[in-house]
């Protein structure tokens, strides 16, 4: 068997891991026939799109509804 393709949750676990804006924040994803569902909490709008758009090129993700919320409280 060669090139065994990672997961779509797989995929979309990475881009978040890599992407700068959202390491080591506490964000959770449901990944599922391409949609994924963003949950969780962010500090500002900039990190809510900038999730989006980590996601928006990986590949196999066809749909993504951010249901992130903004909260400016700092934890």
Do not use: C, H
């Not at 779509?8 to 080591?24: C, E, G, I, T």
């Not at 900038?50 to 749909?63: C, I, N, S, T």
């Amino acid at each position: 068997m060669t090139g065994v393709q990672p997961s779509l949750s797989d995929r979309v676990d990475s881009a978040m891991q890599a992407n700068p804006y959202l390491a080591r924040r506490n964000l959770r994803f449901e990944a599922e026939a391409g949609r994924v569902t963003l949950k969780g909490v962010v500090n500002s709008y900039f990190q809510k799109q900038m999730a989006q758009e980590a996601l928006r090129k990986v590949d196999g993700v066809l749909e993504i509804a951010n249901e992130l919320e903004v909260s400016w409280a700092q934890a």
